[in-house]
């Protein structure tokens, strides 16, 4: 395949901001003790990092749109490695309150570095290859790398913690400014077309209320079950990385293992769900349905058990559902909106992912003192909400079909950021 080494650094962007989040999940107990702050406190450093990047990812992509994808990409490298020196230098020289103030501000700089990060790159991979097989390849590697980095982040993280409490913070400027550097130098500048004009503000506004207008109950109701489903995920390893720490006593790499089971369920489920969906939208629904419904279900059967094991096994049950799901609802967005305007479409969706990311850990942290029935039970009606909107609100064979080449265009330029 043409440009490999572009692909390679731009697959280790996504790796970076994957990892520069998700590896602080196990750790959260750990800060929460040597900080002396609460469960809902240590819960905010996930959640700033999302909230930001929920208003920021839209900017980026008019930004990238209007100025080029390596020169957002770029400096958001950089305040990602900026930020994240500042959490560390929090950590290292600082203690109590004062350091956790710090720290929130050093991933507030990490959550706009990241928007302008990952997100960008779909659109470049798309500017550095003309023919749509070639896409097809370059976003289907780039999304394995993210899912590649889900995986690895809570072992990575369980390990570097039982090194050093915040020696994760260490690793997140260091893999930014390596990101940095692979992209400097082996990403070269697509090809310019001189027909694109940059879109004024008020002309990308308009176009999204155009699109929200016409197409809004089925785009609405898969922005909410996106953003359902990535609360419930970072609600579930929140609840895990709380629960295996304090009547269990794992910790480390045997805590990050227990971690990564349901996260490699569902990136396998992901894959399994992007084979079978094909461009079909019936099946895309039906099968988003059926995601969500297994995960209400496994969600009902944690209500009704106290073992580890058994919980565990139905946690990794939602986290099929959720695989089987994502897959679907990234391409009904692909397939229903026109290629001109996915870009802007696909950052509001990920930027309404980002809202479960940032909501996820704090809402569990106030539902864990109620107890483990009214935990679930909250998520199992959140779930449920998510089927629900996937059965009464897309309906497929009412939607007006796109042109038949629209329709055959390749399932992995389905692939959004997480």
Request: with cysteine; aromatic share 8%; charged share 15%.
């Amino acid at each position: 395949m043409e440009k490999k080494r572009d692909l390679v650094a731009l697959s280790s962007v996504p790796l970076t901001m994957t990892l520069g989040n998700s590896m602080l999940v196990p750790i959260l107990p750990q800060i929460s003790r040597e900080l002396g702050i609460t469960s809902f406190q240590v819960s905010m450093i996930i959640t700033v990092y999302g909230l930001v990047a929920i208003f920021m990812i839209p900017v980026a992509g008019f930004l990238s749109d209007r100025f080029g994808r390596k020169k957002v990409i770029l400096p958001s490298l950089l305040l990602a490695a900026a930020g994240g020196a500042v959490s560390l230098a929090a950590a290292w020289f600082m203690k109590g309150t004062g350091a956790y103030g710090v720290i929130l501000a050093g991933r507030f700089l990490q959550g706009i570095g990241a928007a302008g990060a990952f997100p960008v790159v779909i659109p470049l991979i798309g500017d550095l290859f003309q023919d749509e097989k070639q896409v097809s390849k370059g976003l289907g590697i780039i999304e394995t790398s993210n899912t590649f980095g889900k995986v690895l982040s809570p072992i990575i993280g369980a390990y570097l913690g039982s090194l050093l409490w915040f020696a994760p913070f260490i690793a997140i400027p260091v893999l930014s400014v390596l990101a940095f550097a692979l992209v400097v130098f082996l990403v070269s500048k697509p090809k310019e077309k001189k027909t694109d004009k940059p879109v004024p503000f008020r002309e990308f506004l308009h176009g999204i209320r155009h699109i929200l207008k016409e197409k809004g109950r089925w785009l609405y109701a898969i922005f909410v079950v996106g953003g359902i489903s990535m609360f419930i995920i970072f609600g579930m390893l929140f609840y895990l990385s709380e629960t295996l720490e304090s009547p269990y006593k794992l910790h480390g790499v045997m805590k990050g293992l227990v971690l990564a089971i349901p996260l490699t369920l569902l990136c396998l489920a992901s894959y399994v769900s992007g084979k079978i969906i094909g461009q079909n939208k019936l099946r895309m629904k039906w099968l988003g349905f059926g995601g969500m419904a297994l995960l209400t279900g496994a969600l009902v059967m944690v209500c009704l058990t106290k073992s580890i094991i058994w919980i565990m096994v139905y946690l990794s049950l939602g986290g099929i559902g959720i695989g089987l799901a994502l897959p679907c609802m990234d391409a009904l967005i692909t397939e229903g909106i026109e290629k001109e305007n996915r870009g802007t479409i696909t950052s509001l969706y990920s930027s309404m992912r980002f809202i479960g990311v940032a909501l996820g850990p704090p809402v569990v942290s106030l539902l864990l003192p109620m107890g483990q029935r009214v935990l679930f039970g909250t998520l199992t009606a959140v779930g449920a909400l998510g089927g629900l909107l996937i059965l009464l609100a897309i309906r497929p064979a009412k939607e007006k079909q796109e042109p038949d080449q629209e329709r055959a265009k390749p399932t992995a330029e389905r692939a959004g950021a997480r």
